[in-house]
C-alpha cells in the first residue's frame, strides 16, 4: 500500500438541489477539484437550479464538522470527513458589469431580473 493514494467516497449535497452526489476522491485531491468534479456530476446528471462551473463561485462546507468552511486549497482527505455541502455564494448588489453595447448596468440574479432582461432581448 505504500505509494498509493488512499480512496474516500465523497457525498456533497447542492443546496437546492435534490439528493448528494457521491463519488471517489483521492485523499490528496485539493478541495478546488472536489468542487469541480461536483459541478461536472451536477450538469452532466442534468440537475437543477443550473450552477455554472466556475469554482470560485461557491463556498464548500464540512457537514459533521460544525459546518466549516473548506480553504479550496486544502487537501480532502486532511479533515476525516466524507460528507460536504456545496452552496452557490450571493453575488454582490453592487457589483457593476460591462455589457455588450450597452453602459454599465447593475446585475441581478434573481428569476425576475431574468424574465426582465428576457423581455428586452
Same mark, same amino acid.
Given at each position: 500500500m505504500k505509494g498509493k493514494n488512499k480512496k474516500l467516497l465523497v !457525498? @456533497?449535497? %447542492?443546496? =437546492?438541489? %435534490? =439528493?448528494? +452526489?457521491?463519488?471517489? *476522491?483521492? &485523499?490528496?485531491? &485539493? @478541495?478546488?477539484? %472536489? +468542487?469541480?468534479?461536483?459541478?461536472? *456530476?451536477?450538469?452532466?446528471q442534468g440537475r437543477i437550479p443550473v450552477l455554472g462551473f466556475d469554482v470560485d463561485n461557491f463556498i464548500f462546507y464540512s457537514i459533521n464538522a460544525g459546518f466549516n468552511t473548506l480553504n479550496p486549497q486544502e487537501k480532502i482527505g486532511s479533515m476525516d470527513e466524507t460528507n460536504f455541502l456545496l452552496c452557490k455564494k450571493e453575488p454582490n448588489p453592487q457589483e457593476k458589469v460591462e455589457r455588450r =453595447? &450597452? !453602459?454599465?448596468? #447593475? +446585475?441581478?440574479?434573481? #428569476?425576475?431580473?431574468?424574465?426582465?432582461r428576457s423581455l428586452l432581448r
Amino acid at each position: 500500500m505504500k505509494g498509493k493514494n488512499k480512496k474516500l467516497l465523497v !457525498s @456533497v449535497n %447542492v443546496l =437546492g438541489s %435534490v =439528493g448528494p +452526489i457521491r463519488f471517489l *476522491a483521492n &485523499e490528496d485531491d &485539493e @478541495v478546488s477539484n %472536489v +468542487i469541480n468534479t461536483t459541478l461536472k *456530476a451536477y450538469a452532466r446528471q442534468g440537475r437543477i437550479p443550473v450552477l455554472g462551473f466556475d469554482v470560485d463561485n461557491f463556498i464548500f462546507y464540512s457537514i459533521n464538522a460544525g459546518f466549516n468552511t473548506l480553504n479550496p486549497q486544502e487537501k480532502i482527505g486532511s479533515m476525516d470527513e466524507t460528507n460536504f455541502l456545496l452552496c452557490k455564494k450571493e453575488p454582490n448588489p453592487q457589483e457593476k458589469v460591462e455589457r455588450r =453595447g &450597452e !453602459s454599465k448596468a #447593475w +446585475i441581478g440574479h434573481g #428569476w425576475k431580473t431574468r424574465f426582465l432582461r428576457s423581455l428586452l432581448r
